[in-house]
Nanobody, 121 residues
Framework: QVQLVESGGGLVQAGGSLRLSCAAS????????MGWHRQAPGKQRELVAS???????NYSDSVKGRFTISRDNAGNTGYLQMNSLKPEDTAVYYC???????????????WGQGTQVTVSS
């Protein structure tokens, strides 16, 4: 069965940048709406960025002006560009997306496996 696969996490110094990617594990799928969530130790999972099927974006106050959510032109891969990273951004990041098989009508919701982002002070 198709899965969402995340990549791009890692260790970075404060002030640095990372770009997270989220893509279907099989060809022939497109992303509709998408969101990025994060969960730090001892805290609840937090929605930090989202994009609607029409391209409207929203961000939490903690990341606004620093993070950018996007999809590639073909709609095959979603991204979270993270700039000016702070130690408080350290968390496991999860993508959540509606996927549609090309040639079919219905979207189904999937979660990525999570990727660790660690920002050193």
């Amino acid at each position: 069965q198709v899965q969402l696969v995340e990549s791009g996490g890692g260790l970075v110094q404060a002030g640095g940048s990372l770009r997270l990617s989220c893509a279907a594990s099989e060809t022939g799928f497109s992303i509709n709406a998408m969101g990025w969530h994060r969960q730090a130790p001892g805290k609840q999972r937090e929605l930090v960025a989202s994009i609607t099927s029409g391209g409207t974006t929203n961000y939490s106050d903690s990341v606004k002006g620093r993070f950018t959510i996007s999809r590639d032109n073909a709609g095959n891969t979603g991204y979270l560009q993270m700039n000016s990273l702070k130690p408080e951004d350290t968390a496991v990041y999860y993508c959540n997306a509606d996927l549609k098989r090309v040639g079919f009508l219905r979207f189904y919701n999937y979660w990525g496996q999570g990727t660790q982002v660690t920002v050193s002070s």
